[in-house]
């Protein structure tokens, strides 16, 4: 099918064969300036003089005489507007920006829609003062009002006072914020006199009522042609929304430039598919899969197009690009908030802040993880280095470090960055920090030209001089804290105006950069209520009713403008994806947009529904690891020499976390725990145990006279774990309560259990705590070393009891099993096999027990009620406790051979079932 411009290219060399010298056409982007240009390029085929071209907002600038400024240098402006008029309580520059945007905002409709601003604001503050209007105080004498009722409508008040004083700063410099160009533009548009004989507005939707009043009087002179691009399903359906604006211009203008109004939506698209995601982010990945399957011809001569309705999945998209996209052409704003470069100058500036606050000079551990761990962070120093300093963090458990401790670490790399570590005093020491770190990677990407780093560091340094200089000249007392601000609320929102080679490779661009240009591949993302279309949004001190009385555009004139975009899009193409996302999630509601629901019920053609099953998904994208097992001899050697029940368990898991654990020996560094984890719980606890509780026959009382002492101890151990952490408050004073709260009521159910069993004549008596043992077991002519640790072994009468305190919680089906064989198979079980392993080695080594009634369980603190939670056998949904005998141990002994014989000869590969990886520490290395 014919792009739109391609035909509106035919229609201008028609018109103009041989010169367009007096020609200027208006286009709604920048963009789509780029493709007439090289639709009229390929039609001609002799030295010819173009048309002058210019997109909308260009086009009024040069009609209002006015250069319309950047959005960073209008807030500097309007906050000397505010001081000249301040309200009765004066905002400082900090807090002015968290609301400034929006009187900005407000400013340019108001003038874009040709409102009187007195009339409005006026109106504005009595809707203000009627807000605090009440039965008892109705007269709005100021003395009426409460103080906070009064700060109120005296900032409602001032908004004319500020609109007029900016208007003047500006214009005095012949500066303009857009609105006020267009103002100018329309209010002036009768008296000018243009250089070009015609004007062709091509493929615009919604005009603001300046741009009308343009257009009305350069038609009335005969110099304007507007050409629509519209579907009939659309332009002639009177309840369809996207149609609504061109109606209101067709009835008003009564003829049509060029039919170009068609019948697109009729011809049915050779794929029309809408796809829910779940997650966010699983959208990046479906794009891959569909761009994986495109032909090299779409994906290379800019025929497909991925639309982002949320500039937010810009970086993921990209990162999940698939090998058979040799270019990408990105044509669209993003916001520098989004950028890797910006959140690494935030996380500098919190650990400068945080420093600052906490009037010590140490930096918090966490603050300068999120810096050496920041992905930037490692084209300035050696991984080496890095991995040093995070090691000795966490060795050391650190939770404030100085700087020579960093210097020492990162060795010759310190210098690089020795502006990010010395403790900043003031503003000037932040901005030669930012400049230096500028200098730094402009130096890295100096071989990268136009590469989308580039372009973000470009962005960035020309907003961060731009703000610099602001600064400078405005004189605002700026603290490092408001630097931090202005950086997160004006340069943050910057956009970056990402513009590659458009005529090349795939399109990636937002909703907006898409008007006027076909695509035969569209793939569109975020198709979701609050997206697209936007609803309604708090970006504006005018109430909707005002707005309506003063025919403004409001959220609902907002929506039809993106449903214009979102139908226009699509009316020409001929593979369309349709993305949205399923869960609520920060980005949004997880709805379908109700123009999805809209096109399920009209469109003609079919339309296929699929919901992108995150398993399916993570097939394509899961790659086999296959690690061979045919020269680990080596490792194997060294892990035999102590096989524990952990590393069978490990194995039983997932092969693959067992190789990389024991064999490779990645392991995940310790962290530094600032705040007790439940691991330190339970140490303290057992070592508290070990060290206090009665050894030997114990009695009801012996056990009650220990219990003080113990929760010393306890105590005791508890501060060790911490490394000198503050256990005195907070959440480690929590942890601490509750360790002794388990402890005690361990202690309390174990003498209340021997009041009862001393006195029906029984006797329990402690023969091991804390045993270390190990046994010699043959797998395949080779010696494999079983060792455990078992917490308690106790003689009950003759029973003889094997114990393993847990200080979390388990339960009866954690440690009862079917057969012998789950044991292998189940990881569920591993409890279970723990108990059953240090039974083997206990006995192994204490054959004289052999003719005894062995038992092994669980005391789960969180779970006293159950009591020892014996391994046990379900039979017949009972569970009876397995009595430990020689048959048992064989069975046992079986097991480990057959893990260990597997280990030594299979291949080690992911598990199959991706639940297991949720908690593993080797998720990122598998892409699980
Ligand atoms: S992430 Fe899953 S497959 Fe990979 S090692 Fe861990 S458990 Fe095994």
Redesign the pocket.
């Known amino acids: 099918m014919k792009a739109f411009l391609e035909k509106i290219a035919e229609r201008l060399v028609k018109k103009f064969p041989d010169s367009m010298e007096n020609i200027a056409i208006v286009l709604p982007s920048k963009r789509s300036v780029i493709f007439l240009k090289n639709h009229l390029s390929k039609l001609i085929n002799k030295p010819i003089f173009l048309p002058k071209f210019f997109s909308i907002e260009e086009f009024i600038e040069e009609l209002s005489g006015y250069r319309v400024v950047d959005n960073l240098s209008l807030q500097f402006y309007l906050y000397q507007s505010y001081l000249e008029s301040p309200p009765s309580h004066t905002d400082t520059f900090e807090k002015f920006m968290s609301w400034s945007s929006m009187l900005l905002h407000d400013f340019n409709e108001v003038d874009r829609s040709l409102v009187d601003a007195e009339s409005v604001f006026a109106n504005l503050k009595e809707v203000k003062e009627l807000e605090n209007w009440t039965l008892e105080n109705w007269s709005f004498n100021s003395e009426n009002l409460t103080d906070s009722q009064e700060k109120y409508v005296s900032f409602y008040n001032q908004f004319y006072n500020w609109y007029v004083s900016f208007n003047k700063i500006l214009s005095d410099k012949n500066l303009a914020y857009q609105g006020m160009a267009y103002k100018k533009a329309a209010l002036e548009i009768e008296d000018k006199s243009l250089e070009w004989e015609k004007v062709w507005f091509v493929g615009l939707n919604a005009l603001t009522l300046s741009e009308q009043k343009i257009i009305d009087n350069l038609k009335s002179r005969d110099i304007a042609r507007v050409f629509w691009d519209a579907d009939q399903y659309y332009y002639n359906n009177s309840n369809h929304e996207a149609g609504k604006f061109l109606r209101v211009q067709r009835d008003k203008w009564r003829e049509i430039d060029f039919e170009g109004v068609g019948n697109y939506f009729e011809k049915e698209k050779q794929q029309f598919n809408i796809i829910a995601c779940p997650k966010n982010i699983s959208q990046s990945k479906v794009v891959s899969a569909l761009l994986g399957s495109f032909s090299e011809k779409d994906l290379q001569e800019s025929k497909t197009a991925v639309v982002l309705a949320d500039e937010g999945l810009l970086y993921p998209v990209l990162n999940h690009l698939p090998e058979n996209v040799k270019d990408i052409n990105v044509t669209m704003g993003s916001p520098l908030k989004n950028t890797p470069f910006y959140s690494f100058i935030d996380v500098i500036f919190q650990m400068q802040i945080r420093t600052k606050n906490h009037k010590r000079d140490l930096f918090y551990y966490n603050d300068v993880l999120n810096i050496i761990n920041h992905p930037l962070f490692s084209s300035l120093a050696s991984f080496k280095n890095i991995h040093n300093l995070q090691n000795k963090i966490s060795k050391k458990n650190k939770v404030y470090i100085s700087v020579d401790f960093i210097k020492n670490e990162l060795k010759s790399d310190f210098e690089k960055v020795n502006q990010i570590f010395v403790f900043w005093k003031n503003i000037n020491e932040s901005l030669s920090c930012v400049r230096q770190l500028i200098i730094l990677f402009r130096e890295i990407l100096s071989g990268k030209k136009n590469s989308i780093e580039s372009e973000i560091l470009f962005a960035f340094s020309k907003s961060f001089n731009l703000i610099n200089s602001l600064i400078l000249e405005n004189n605002f007392l700026v603290e490092i804290k408001t630097l931090h601000s202005i950086f997160s609320q004006l340069l943050s929102k910057e956009v970056i105006p990402f513009q590659g080679e458009p005529l090349k490779g795939i399109q990636l661009m937002g909703i907006l950069e898409s008007r006027t240009l076909d695509f035969k591949n569209v793939i569109l993302l975020s198709v979701n209520e609050g997206l697209l279309p936007k609803g309604k949004t708090l970006n504006s001190f005018i109430p909707y009713d005002l707005k309506v009385h003063f025919k403004m555009p409001t959220y609902r004139e907002s929506d039809a403008v993106f449903s214009y975009h979102f139908y226009r899009l699509l009316q020409r193409s001929e593979n369309v994806n349709v993305l949205y996302n399923t869960e609520s999630d920060d980005f949004g509601s997880g709805e379908k947009s109700r123009f999805i629901t809209q096109l399920l019920s009209e469109y003609k053609g079919r339309i296929n529904e699929f919901v992108f099953g995150g398993e399916e998904l993570e097939f394509t994208e899961d790659k086999e690891?296959i690690i061979k097992n045919d020269s680990l001899q080596q490792e194997i050697e060294n892990w035999s020499k102590y096989v524990s029940p952990s590393s069978l368990n490990k194995y039983i898991?997932?092969?693959?976390?067992f190789y990389?654990h024991y064999l490779a020996k990645i392991r995940k560094e310790d962290e530094v725990s600032e705040f007790a984890e439940p691991n330190n719980i339970g140490t303290a606890i057992h070592e508290a145990l070990n060290k206090i509780y009665p050894k030997g026959v114990i009695t009801s009382q012996s056990v009650n006279q220990i219990k003080e002492d113990l929760l010393g101890k306890l105590e005791e151990e508890f501060i060790e774990e911490m490394k000198g952490e503050d256990v005195s408050k907070g959440k480690n004073y929590l942890s601490l309560q509750i360790s002794k709260k388990l402890t005690q009521n361990f202690v309390e159910f174990e003498e209340s259990f021997l009041k009862k069993f001393n006195s029906r004549g029984g006797t329990l008596n402690i023969l091991e705590s804390e045993g270390e043992f190990e046994h010699q077991l043959q797998v395949n002519q080779k010696l494999f070393t079983i060792k455990g640790k078992v917490d308690r072994v106790d003689e009950m009468n003759n029973q003889l009891r094997i114990i393993d305190y847990k200080t979390g919680k388990v339960s009866k089906s954690d440690v009862s099993i079917t057969d012998f064989n789950e044991l292998l198979e189940n990881p569920n079980k591993s409890k279970a096999f723990q108990l059953l392993v240090y039974a083997y080695i206990y006995l192994k080594n204490n054959p004289k027990y052999s003719d005894r009634e062995v038992i092994a369980g669980n005391f789960s603190f969180k779970n006293l009620k159950e009591e020892l939670l014996t391994v046990s056998k379900s039979i017949n949904r009972k569970k009876e406790t397995i009595i430990i005998n020689k048959a048992v141990l064989h069975n046992v002994e079986e097991i480990i051979s057959e893990v260990i014989h597997k280990i030594m000869n299979e291949d080690f590969?992911?598990?199959t079932e991706?639940r297991?990886?949720e908690y593993?520490?080797?998720?990122v290395?598998?892409n699980?």
């Open positions: 690891i898991n997932c092969s693959l976390s990389y590969r992911k598990t991706t297991r990886c593993c520490d080797y998720k290395i598998c699980r």
